[in-house]
């Protein structure tokens, strides 16, 4: 639990993420240290930014506004897709140290698994993050946009087991099967987009399921998120938002609620981002 209430997961390692945290996707380098310095006073202590938000400068000088210490906060950040060779993953990840002006990151993910690039070599590029991980300047390492058949390989050729996988999901995609498959691996899920891109926010059926508890259907989607055991960071560049995706840990989805949530999912065709298998952008 951090200061402000905030649950946390532990990951097999033992190092503990806190459950909720604040996005940084399309948060531009302008007003991303603002974002961050707002969210640091709502009482967000994790902060989930990538070498592809172009933004890493910026985060890290809002959380250096903000005063906190170093073991105050979990800080993530992601390998770009042209950066998975190894010389370019040691040499990239030492400038995003730079950049966030920190000596370790908590986790470091390789963004996305690019099958269709580099060979399918993604063995490679997870052997260059475990030397990250074995140095301590990544406390823990995992992957972004892994599906079953990508995650497999890894797990049965390389030392060092994904502590996290972080995908897309929300209350239109909600991946049972991938998210049986973290379990049973002792993977963490994090979801990322968990608004769906803010289209949760007028959903009828997450307002009714909200409105007994006075709570709006973003902060529904939300804690149904972190009722599943998931990782949530909510991007919003407003400070009353992060404040209302904050307020999650006053109330409690019955097994009623969960439900009429689930009739929700549309499986692959809720799904607002790219696909893993054919994203092959640099
Ligand atoms: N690994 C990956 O490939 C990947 C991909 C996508 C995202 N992510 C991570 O996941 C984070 C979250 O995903 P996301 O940014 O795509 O989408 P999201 O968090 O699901 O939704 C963000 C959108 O919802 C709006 N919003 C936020 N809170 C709201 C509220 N309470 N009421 C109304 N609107 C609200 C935001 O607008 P305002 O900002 O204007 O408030 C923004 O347009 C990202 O920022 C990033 O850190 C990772």
Not at 35 to 44: D, I, K, M
Not at 185 to 196: C, D, G, K, R
């Amino acid at each position: 639990m951090t200061d402000f209430g905030v649950p946390t997961v532990k990951m097999y390692h033992g190092l503990e993420i806190p459950q909720l945290g604040l996005g940084t996707y399309k948060v531009p380098p302008e007003e991303a240290q603002r974002v961050v310095e707002e969210g640091a006073e709502v009482g967000y202590r994790h902060f989930d930014t990538a070498q592809m938000y172009h933004n890493e400068l910026e985060v890290g000088r809002g959380i250096s506004a903000s005063g906190l210490k170093r073991d105050e906060y979990f800080l993530t950040t992601k390998l770009d897709n042209g950066n998975h060779l190894p010389d370019d993953a040691r040499r990239t990840f030492e400038k995003s140290l730079e950049d966030l002006q920190v000596d370790y990151v908590d986790l470091f993910l390789i963004h996305w698994p690019l099958p269709t690039l580099y060979d399918g070599n993604f063995i490679q590029t997870w052997e260059t993050l475990q030397e990250f991980y074995e140095d301590g300047r990544a406390r823990s390492i995992g992957l972004s946009n892994f599906l079953e058949h990508h995650i497999q390989p890894i797990l049965d050729q390389c030392d060092v087991k994904p502590m996290v996988n972080q995908v897309e999901s929300h209350p239109y995609m909600q991946i049972p099967e991938l998210h049986a498959f973290h379990d049973k691996h002792q993977i963490v899920t994090e979801a990322w987009s968990p608004l769906a891109r803010g289209d949760v926010v007028d959903d009828p059926v997450l307002t009714k399921v909200g409105e007994p508890y006075g709570k709006t259907a973003s902060q529904v989607a939300l804690r149904w998120a972190l009722q599943r055991g998931d990782i949530v960071f909510p991007k919003s560049m407003h400070k009353e938002r992060m404040r209302e995706n904050f307020e999650l840990f006053d109330f409690e989805l019955t097994a009623e609620d969960m439900r009429a949530i689930q009739s929700l999912d549309q499986g692959d065709a809720g799904r607002r981002g790219s696909h893993p298998d054919t994203m092959d952008r640099l």
